[in-house]
């Protein structure tokens, strides 16, 4: 997917997070989004996703050449990120084979086979709330890798995640990259050494729209 953001900005109240934002996210790329706590890389990746409605300029989306309106995003992409929610009321089986009804996985993936990829094949009966913090970081990342999604957004991908957790984090989102257009927020250059392009939210602040 190829995304062009022209002029973007976006403000809450009164402040203004970032502004003048004017960049092309070819397909196949991996841009990095950096900035300290606060600096609003969730929100661009927010905004960018269409859950935000810019306050200023415009995003346009393509696939293969064709448009993708902002309301027929959601089915093109997948998302991982600290603050969005399992169905953890359910087992990791029952879980999996709900979220797989309406988010399909990459062709030759099942959801038998993506909880064995996950290292999570002992939890299949167990109810994801009883979870640690680090296998539902790695669930999420699973179905987001996994989904048949050309856009994939990471907010902070190795959060909760031990030394084992980021190495395995660093395999599958190299074997699962080619072809997508990834944007992915971070601090950690563990994160982000997968990415080709580094685009740092605070060039975007304190300045009057471009
Ligand atoms: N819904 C909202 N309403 C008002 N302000 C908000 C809202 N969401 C985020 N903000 C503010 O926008 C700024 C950027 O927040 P954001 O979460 O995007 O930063 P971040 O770079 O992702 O931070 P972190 O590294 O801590 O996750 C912060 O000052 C935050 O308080």
Redesign the pocket.
């Known amino acids: 997917m190829q995304i062009t953001a022209t002029s973007l900005g976006k403000r809450?109240?009164r402040?203004w997070?970032f502004r003048g934002l004017t960049h092309l996210f070819r397909p196949g790329s991996a841009t990095a989004v950096l900035?300290?706590?606060?600096?609003?890389?969730?929100?661009?990746l927010n905004t960018i996703s269409g859950q935000l409605l810019p306050t200023e300029g415009k995003l346009a989306y393509t696939l293969a050449g064709r448009p993708v309106a902002v309301e027929d995003l959601p089915r093109h992409l997948a998302y991982a990120a600290p603050y969005l929610e399992l169905l953890e009321e359910l087992t990791l089986r029952e879980m999996l084979h709900f979220h797989t009804r309406f988010k399909a996985l990459r062709p030759g993936v099942s959801a038998e086979a993506l909880i064995d990829l996950m290292y999570l094949e002992k939890s299949r009966h167990q109810l994801v709330r009883e979870f640690s913090s680090g296998m539902k970081q790695r669930l999420k990342l699973g179905l987001a890798l996994y989904a048949d999604a050309p856009l994939l957004l990471l907010?902070?991908p190795t959060t909760n995640l031990d030394a084992t957790g980021v190495a395995w984090y660093q395999e599958h989102v190299q074997a699962t990259r080619a072809g997508r257009t990834l944007l992915l927020?971070s601090?950690v250059p563990a994160e982000y050494a997968c990415c080709d392009e580094l685009l740092l939210?605070t060039d975007y602040q304190n300045i009057r729209a471009r």
């Not at 900035?35 to 661009?44: C, H, I, Q, R």
């Open positions: 809450f109240q402040d997070i900035g300290p706590n606060g600096a609003g890389k969730s929100t661009l907010d902070e927020s601090n939210v």
